[in-house]
């Protein structure tokens, strides 16, 4: 049973360009969670998804970042028109419909975007 | 809003000796979860531990054990017989009710050495 699958797990982009990233979730498993994690900084809350609906964005920029979660395929986050600021890992988690988060959500290993 | 707070942003220790790491957090719930990952060079984040409010018990995962002391808002990782594999940033976590968002601090890096 594969755990939550990241892909790339390194991105390069220069300025001015999107990056996208996606994570499949666990088998079985409908909400996703994706975290930012800055250099020497711990992980932060950007976006809460099921499957085709946003529940939290409370952590997300309001402009240039967007999240979706479709009936088929990966959850993609997307950055337009990236910054050098925006240089972190992107982590996503998951859990299962009805589940226990409070059980410590499966986390992929993460992509580390690199903007140039 | 909660907030985690390590106050410890690196520690060493002997290989087979024991260290604790510190974390302390900011919350006016009553219920709630704490947690402490493990992050290893590999970036993965791994569920160390757990522990829930409304239970007194201090949780234990093998050499893992918690002093969580809710009156203090205090949730401590002890590590004990430390081995090199224990290298890694630890990151404390708490998580009110419900499917809310983790709120992290911003971590310990621990060495063992040998």
């Known amino acids: 049973n594969a755990g939550v699958m990241q892909n790339p797990r390194h991105l390069v982009r220069r300025r001015g360009q999107e990056a996208r990233l996606r994570c499949s979730p666990m088998k079985g498993h409908s909400h996703v969670y994706w975290y930012r994690q800055l250099p020497e900084e711990g992980l932060k809350f950007m976006v809460y998804l099921q499957k085709e609906n946003i529940i939290d964005e409370s952590g997300m920029p309001k402009e240039r970042f967007s999240a979706e979660f479709p009936k088929e395929g990966p959850s993609i986050l997307r950055i337009q028109q990236v910054v050098r600021g925006d240089s972190a890992a992107y982590f996503c988690?998951?859990?299962?419909?009805?589940?226990?988060?409070?059980?410590?959500?499966?986390f992929g290993s993460g992509t580390r975007l690199t903007v140039v | 809003a909660q907030t985690v707070t390590q106050s410890q942003p690196e520690m060493s220790v002997q290989e087979a000796e024991t260290v604790t790491l510190s974390c302390t957090y900011d919350?006016?719930?009553?219920?709630?979860?704490l947690f402490w990952y493990k992050q290893p060079p590999s970036r993965q984040m791994i569920l160390v531990i757990r522990q829930e409010a409304y239970k007194q018990q201090n949780a234990t995962e093998n050499r893992f054990s918690v002093n969580f002391q809710k009156a203090a808002k205090s949730f401590s990782l002890k590590i004990s017989d430390s081995q090199l594999g224990d290298t890694a940033m630890y990151f404390c976590a708490f998580m009110k009710l419900g499917n809310t968002p983790l709120v992290f601090g911003k971590g310990t890096r621990l060495s063992v050495i040998a």
């Open positions: 988690a998951s859990s299962p419909l009805g589940g226990r988060p409070d059980y410590g959500y499966t």
């Open positions: 919350t006016s719930e009553n219920n709630y979860y």
